[in-house]
């Protein structure tokens, strides 16, 4: 596993030093000495995402930035995205970011897509062959820079981030103990913010080589078990056919939760999701 992790960490390295540059699989492949094919298989069982989707949203994650924080002309940022006119750019940004390019200039609210993926570090439960059972803990004010860097690395599944109001969150419900962390020695590998007057989970992620390793199932129970107190509860995600769904709308239906109301949450179109206490099983 850790080979693996040095592996990614080579090919995220090299992605990122040469974003405004023409990249697909077999370029990277070449440069990091891999068959595409390993390097395709390897990227999504490891991240979750595809390295064409990686590229695609931290290329654009970077557009956004140059929009916001640059007076560049708007074909000269697409052009330095990968794209060859700013027609094919503005389409693929709206579809993404779901405002055209102008428009989200003219806002000057800039929130990543996709932030670089930072994975140092030494993953212990990974290389555990006990299966040992996770426990879901009350955060603490001193897991804020560890939780913070989980947020970073899982920022594709909640569009409009932006870090101070969050931490200003965070901090709130960790006093109130609406905030549950798992963690691998020091590193926050599932994070959970619960809002115990609506019910409604307002953020949950789980580190990229986590993802098969039962997390969010360990929060649902400790949710249902400690702060939902018998009622239902509720998590809001991208709506069906969303182009910057990575597959949030999928595990959270796997969860058992049953689709409820279409919303929109700071000014983006999401769907609420309802689950209700004896459709939880264990749960």
């Known amino acids: 596993m850790q080979k693996n992790i040095q592996n990614i960490t080579a090919v995220i390295e090299y992605i990122e030093a040469h974003l405004t540059e023409k990249l697909d699989l077999d370029t990277i492949a070449d440069a990091v000495h891999y068959s595409k094919y390993h390097l395709h298989r390897m990227f999504a069982d490891m991240t979750g995402l595809t390295a064409h989707d990686y590229i695609q949203r931290r290329r654009l994650t970077e557009a956004a930035k140059l929009l916001v924080f640059s007076d560049k002309p708007i074909l000269e940022i697409a052009l330095l995205a990968g794209y060859e006119s700013q027609q094919a750019f503005t389409g693929i940004f709206t579809a993404?970011?779901?405002?055209?390019?102008?428009?989200?200039?003219?806002?000057?609210?800039?929130?990543?897509?996709?932030?670089?993926?930072?994975?140092?570090?030494?993953?212990?439960?990974?290389?555990?062959?006990?299966?040992?059972?996770?426990?879901?803990?009350?955060?603490?004010?001193?897991?804020?820079?560890?939780w913070m860097e989980l947020v970073r690395l899982v920022v594709d599944g909640f569009p409009c981030l932006d870090?101070?109001?969050?931490?200003?969150i965070l901090q709130e419900?960790?006093?109130?103990?609406?905030?549950?962390?798992?963690?691998?020695?020091g590193?926050?590998?599932?994070?959970l913010l619960f809002d115990t007057e609506t019910g409604n989970i307002d953020f949950m992620g789980t580190h990229p080589f986590y993802r098969k390793m039962g997390i969010p199932r360990v929060f649902l129970n400790k949710v249902m078990d400690e702060l939902a107190k018998g009622r239902e509860i509720s998590i809001t995600t991208y709506r069906e056919g969303d182009k910057a769904d990575t597959g949030q709308r999928r595990e959270i239906k796997g969860l058992g939760f049953a689709e409820a109301e279409l919303l929109v949450e700071f000014g983006y179109?999401?769907?609420?999701?309802?689950?209700?206490?004896?459709?939880?099983g264990d749960a």
């Open 173 to 185: 419900k960790i006093r109130a103990g609406q905030a549950l962390i798992l963690k691998d020695g």
């Open 187 to 191: 590193i926050a590998v599932g994070i």
């Open 163 to 168: 870090e101070e109001e969050y931490i200003r």
């Open 96 to 146: 993404l970011y779901k405002m055209p390019p102008n428009r989200y200039r003219e806002n000057e609210r800039f929130y990543p897509l996709q932030l670089k993926y930072s994975l140092e570090g030494s993953y212990s439960m990974l290389e555990n062959k006990e299966n040992r059972p996770w426990e879901a803990a009350f955060a603490q004010e001193t897991d804020i820079p560890c």
């Open 269 to 280: 179109p999401t769907q609420r999701f309802v689950l209700k206490k004896e459709e939880t």
